[in-house]
Every structure is written in structure tokens, then in C-alpha cells.
């Protein structure tokens, strides 16, 4: 089993939908939890970084991480079609850095 | 501020050849990690390199890869005697210090032929 599970779609929606992403994971000791994205023949960027359970918000981003269920998601709110890419979710049980261990990424696609 | 460099972006090699990787950090920052990304899988860590010194090498195959970080320069990641089986994205990101975000270069894509 992979420490992190993640369903590398694809993923196709209409502009303006809600995109949910997720991630699952078998490493209790993740802390630190993160997404990127990564666009076609680039390096990936950070997106969202949190810590512990909860939620973080950044304009149309939601991160949600559920701990006791080792379950990770990145919400898109009113998706346009810039967002269209790969999202990779990561985490680590330091503070990021080397161990940080990566899903393998769900391509989205979204529609105009 | 320029991010990270990588180059060249792309490469090709026959089988046997040496294959030299570069990577030149963000301005400040001196901590570089190098991943490997095959198609349909995410980001495996190779090495994390301080100036000078190898902090953690796990993720490298024990033969034929090499990565160094000088005092003065970028940071190369060798392969010798490619193989096949060495075809993919290599990224290169960088951080200020071990505990802060890593930002990536555009990657340098590897051909074995």
C-alpha cells in the first residue's frame, strides 16, 4: 500500500463548478499537509499548507484535512478554466522539507 | 527575483552516456532537493543538499546517480551509464531553510534512447 493515495483521474468539469480533490493516507504521523499545482511541462507550485486537521481558506482554495480518517481534500469554487492541471497532494510529519512524501496527482480539465 | 533555474530543460542520451543535471536555487536560499517524476506517478525524493554537503541521500539509487552542491555554482545531479529506465521529469526545488517551503524549478526532462 502506498503511504499516499491519491485517484490520478481524469477529472472534467463544466467553468464554474466545485471541484473536489482528495487525498488518503496510512502515515499517522503526517502533520503538515500541502497542495500544488502543477501546469503542463512546468515545476509545481504550492498551493495550500496546513497544519494538523481543520480548514484553511485563499479566495476560491479550501484545504480540509481530516486527520482521524487520514483523509485529505482541496476544494476549487467556481472552477474556471485556468485551473485546468495537475494537483499534487503532499505531506510530511516534520516541518515540510525532505520527507515530504507526494500523491500522484489528479489532472483536472475544466471546460469553458 | 528569478526562481529556480534548471538546465538544460530537456535532454537526450543514448544508453551509456553521462547525463549532468543543473539546478541554481532561488536567490537566499541554500537548502536544494531533487526529485524524479515518471509519467502517472508523483514526485520521489533523490537527495537533499545543503552548500557543500549531502543531508540526505536516501531516495538515490545506490549506482550511477551523484549530486553535489558547491561552494560556488549550481547544484548538478549526475547520472552515469544512463539506462532507459532513467527517462523522466527531474525537478529541483529549493528552500531558505530545511523547514520552509520548497519552491520548484521548471524540471529537466531526460531522454534515454
Known amino acids: 500500500q502506498k503511504e499516499v493515495e491519491q485517484d490520478p483521474g481524469p477529472l472534467s468539469v463544466p467553468e464554474g463548478a466545485i471541484v473536489s480533490l482528495n487525498c488518503t493516507y496510512s502515515?499517522?504521523?503526517?502533520?503538515?499537509f500541502m497542495w500544488y499545482r502543477q501546469y503542463s511541462r512546468k515545476g509545481p507550485e504550492l498551493l495550500m499548507y496546513?497544519?494538523?486537521?481543520g480548514n484553511k481558506e485563499d479566495g476560491r482554495f479550501t484545504a480540509q484535512v481530516d486527520k482521524s480518517s487520514k483523509y485529505i481534500s482541496l476544494f476549487i469554487r467556481d472552477s474556471q478554466p485556468s485551473d485546468s492541471a495537475t494537483y499534487l497532494c503532499?505531506?510530511?510529519?516534520?516541518?515540510?522539507?525532505?520527507?515530504?512524501?507526494f500523491g500522484a496527482g489528479t489532472r483536472l480539465f475544466v471546460k469553458a | 527575483n528569478a526562481g529556480v533555474m534548471q538546465n538544460p530543460r530537456h535532454l537526450v542520451r543514448r544508453r551509456g552516456q553521462e547525463a549532468r543535471l543543473r539546478c541554481s536555487p532561488m536567490?537566499?536560499?541554500?537548502?536544494v532537493y531533487w526529485y524524479r517524476q515518471l509519467p502517472e506517478e508523483g514526485l520521489k525524493f533523490m537527495v537533499y543538499?545543503?552548500?557543500?554537503?549531502?543531508?540526505?541521500e536516501s531516495g538515490m539509487p545506490k549506482e550511477r546517480f551523484s549530486a553535489e552542491f558547491p561552494k560556488e555554482g549550481p547544484s548538478i545531479l549526475r547520472i552515469q551509464q544512463v539506462v532507459r529506465g532513467d527517462s523522466a521529469a527531474y525537478f529541483c526545488?529549493?528552500?531558505?531553510?530545511?523547514?520552509?517551503?520548497?519552491?520548484f524549478g521548471p524540471g529537466t526532462r531526460l531522454l534515454v534512447l
Open positions: 503532499a505531506m510530511s510529519a516534520d516541518t515540510g522539507g525532505f520527507k515530504t512524501i
Open positions: 543538499l545543503q552548500k557543500e554537503n549531502i543531508i540526505d
Open positions: 502515515n499517522s504521523a503526517f502533520q503538515y
Open positions: 536567490k537566499g536560499h541554500s537548502h
Open positions: 526545488a529549493s528552500s531558505r531553510a530545511a523547514q520552509e517551503t520548497q519552491y
Open positions: 496546513t497544519y494538523s486537521s
